[in-house]
Nanobody, 120 residues
């Protein structure tokens, strides 16, 4: 079983910064994609950014130039550096990790979510 632990959310004023972390542990053979999603009240969950094992990254248009996803493969940890935060960034942020478990078998694991609130 793969377990994700997120941290780093909180309350910040518009224009401020936060850094989210997501640490994966458990029976993993390899990790391919590490991603961050978010879900605002009354809205669907949306992809914020993802990072693959080949080094490619992808961002939602709404966060390009402000957010940066990175990963420490030795620690099985993903980060999301969020700068120039806006009130519309307010949401619960979820980490998602996809890869192969021992077996091998594919897995997709989700974190518990961390609240990010940006005040105007």
């Amino acid at each position: 079983q793969v377990r994700l632990v997120e941290s780093g959310g909180g309350l910040v004023q518009a224009g401020g910064s936060l850094r989210l972390s997501c640490a994966a542990s458990g029976s993993m053979f390899s990790i391919n994609t590490m991603a961050w999603y978010r879900q605002a009240p009354g809205k669907q969950r949306e992809l914020v950014a993802d990072s693959t094992s080949t080094g490619s990254t992808n961002y939602a248009d709404s966060v390009k130039g402000r957010f940066t996803i990175s990963r420490d493969n030795a620690k099985n940890t993903a980060y999301l550096q969020m700068n120039s935060l806006k009130p519309e960034d307010t949401a619960v942020y979820y980490c998602n990790v996809r890869g192969l478990r021992l077996g091998p078998a594919p897995f997709s694991a989700w974190g518990q979510g961390t609240q990010v609130t940006v005040s105007s």
